[in-house]
T-cell receptor, first 114, second 112 residues
Framework: DMKVTQMPRYLIKRMGENVLLECGQD?????MYWYRQDPGLGLQLIYISYDVDSNSEGDIPKGYRVSRKKREHFSLILDSAKTNQTSVYFCASSSPTVNNQAPLFGEGTRLSVL | QQKVQQSPESLIVPEGGMASLNCTSSDRNVDYFWWYRQHSGKSPKMLM?????GEKEEGRFTVHLNKASLHTSLHIRDSQPSDSALYLCAASHPSGSWQLIFGSGTQLTVMP
């Protein structure tokens, strides 16, 4: 069963703390994404990864960094989290041979930065 | 200004009615369009995609695309309460970047 798994599902952090969001997929998809979703703004692309160690900035990369050392695993790191990074974060993966590269989303991580 | 504009922001239709959702891209480089559906508290799920001019039908759902105007629309006939969700339109171009640009969505409510 094709699945994108995100951990943790819920997270509360204090401003200035470091945050690690993890994402895994078991389909050997080449491309993986991190989006954030805020009310009224839709899904905004933070980073896209085309394969191991092949990452590109999306529309809103400031304050975030990513790591992809294995094809099936993609991490989002917030160094010194800020309150305006409170959001729902979605990881997704895709492949050119599956649904014309349509991203398959994980269930999301709800992050609150206090 | 967002590159993918959706209208209306919210829509209420009666059960059994027709829902029509619109989406236009201001980026002339886009070529592919997707429609995703997101129920409250859940992740977006791909509903339909369209890459060529014309119409595509899958069950109660029909998608239209006019490439000249970069406009796509989603029509849901015989709407059901379970269709109540946020509908997201996304666009990308097939040059290889695969960076989907999402609109802010249309919130559809189907009243029983």
């Amino acid at each position: 069963d094709m699945k994108v798994t995100q951990m943790p599902r819920y997270l509360i952090k204090r401003m200035g703390e470091n945050v690690l969001l993890e994402c895994g997929q078991d389909m050997s998809h080449e491309t993986m994404y991190w989006y954030r979703q805020d009310p009224g703004l839709g899904l905004q692309l933070i980073y896209i990864s085309y394969d191991v160690d092949s990452n590109s900035e999306g529309d809103i990369p400031k304050g975030y960094r990513v790591s992809r050392k294995k094809r099936e695993h993609f991490s989002l790191i917030l160094d010194s989290a800020k309150t305006n990074q409170t959001s729902v974060y979605f990881c997704a993966s895709s492949s050119p041979t599956v649904n014309n590269q349509a991203p398959l989303f994980g269930e999301g991580t709800r992050l609150s930065v206090l | 200004q967002q590159k993918v504009q959706q209208s209306p922001e919210s829509l209420i239709v009666p059960e059994g009615g027709m829902a029509s959702l619109n989406c236009t891209s201001s980026d002339r480089n886009v070529d592919y369009f997707w429609w995703y559906r997101q129920h409250s508290g859940k992740s977006p799920k791909m509903l339909m995609s369209i890459f060529s001019n014309g119409e595509k039908e899958e069950g109660r759902f029909t998608v239209h695309l006019n490439k000249a105007s970069l406009h796509t629309s989603l029509h849901i006939r015989d709407s059901q309460p379970s269709d109540s969700a946020l509908y997201l339109c996304a666009a990308s171009h097939p040059s290889g970047s695969w960076q989907l640009i999402f609109g802010s969505g249309t919130q559809l409510t189907v009243m029983p």
